[in-house]
Nanobody, 126 residues
Framework: QVQLVESGGGLVQSGGSLTLSCEVS????????FGWFRQAPGKEREAVAF??????????VYADSVKDRFTVSKDNTKKIVYLQMRSLNPEDTGVYYC?????????????????WGQGTQVTVSS
């Protein structure tokens, strides 16, 4: 059974940092791609970053709004995908979701992700 569980969210002041974790069970991390998405109240779920599977080079891609502030990585042994966030601002507030694409392609299109976690809340105060 495939399961993704996000954690690490919380309340942080503007300019602060947080690291989100996505624990994966049910399949290997090596081949899969993982995307981080966020959803603010009343808004669509938007892509933040993704990391491709090893067969696709394992490269990372970031949305312009988080480039140079967020870093996505994965530990295949621990089966955890991370999203390190720094220089946070109130516009980063939302529920953050981890999605898994078993094909390893990686994309900003949320409909290409087959599995999702329940999300973790990030709130950045000004």
């Amino acid at each position: 059974q495939v399961q993704l569980v996000e954690s690490g969210g919380g309340l942080v002041q503007s300019g602060g940092s947080l690291t989100l974790s996505c624990e994966v069970s049910g399949f290997s991390l090596d081949a899969a791609a993982f995307g981080w998405f966020r959803q603010a109240p009343g808004k669509e779920r938007e892509a933040v970053a993704f990391i491709r599977g090893s067969s696709k080079g394992g490269s990372t891609v970031y949305a312009d709004s988080v480039k140079d502030r967020f870093t996505v990585s994965k530990d295949n042994t621990k089966k955890i995908v991370y999203l390190q966030m720094r220089s946070l601002n109130p516009e980063d507030t939302g529920v953050y979701y981890c999605g898994a694409d078993p094909l390893g392609i990686g994309t900003f299109n949320r409909y290409m992700y087959e599995h999702w976690g329940q999300g973790t809340q990030v709130t950045v105060s000004s």
